[in-house]
């Protein structure tokens, strides 16, 4: 990133849901921007589809519903998800999202993910300083998005959606 980055629209979102093909799902579009301190994704969901319930231990989600319709599971109660609708997903809450008949996209914006640890230290310490290479765990990384899914028996990416 450069000393005066300049403001900019970056995607016309009711555009890009339109330019998507039905079928698209997951993450329809990412901030990439380099040495963002943010990360966002624009997200479909497709009719009936959810993302399993999670606790997402290190970041705060902000989530804005853009188009359709679907439910957010708090672990004590459900509620309705509608355009328009901003929800913030506590860091360590339970939550759990299901698209309605016409499917669910929404918005998430949350600080950079900190980088993967082990045993509390940064995995871009080196294998030397760590005492050997880190334990394979890609089989639960989206190949969509990237983010480690906590659950090995899951279905649905927790931050994209994508099918996993």
Known sequence: MSAHETSRVLVEIDARVA???????GALW??????????????RLPAGAAVTGHAETDLDVLLVVVAGEGRLDNGADAQTLRPGAVAWLPR?????????????VYLTAHRRRPGLSIGGSTAS???????????CALDRVCP???????????????WCGEQL
């Open 19 to 25: 330019a998507a093909p039905e079928a698209e799902r």
């Open 30 to 43: 990412r901030l990439t921007e380099q040495g963002r301190q943010l990360d966002a994704n624009l997200v």
């Open 92 to 104: 360590t809450s339970h939550r759990a999202l299901s698209a309605g008949p016409d499917g669910l």
């Open 125 to 135: 310490r080196s294998a030397e300083a760590e005492g050997g290479e880190a334990a």
């Open 144 to 158: 969509a998005c990237g983010a480690m899914r906590a659950e090995a028996e899951a279905r649905y990416c927790p």
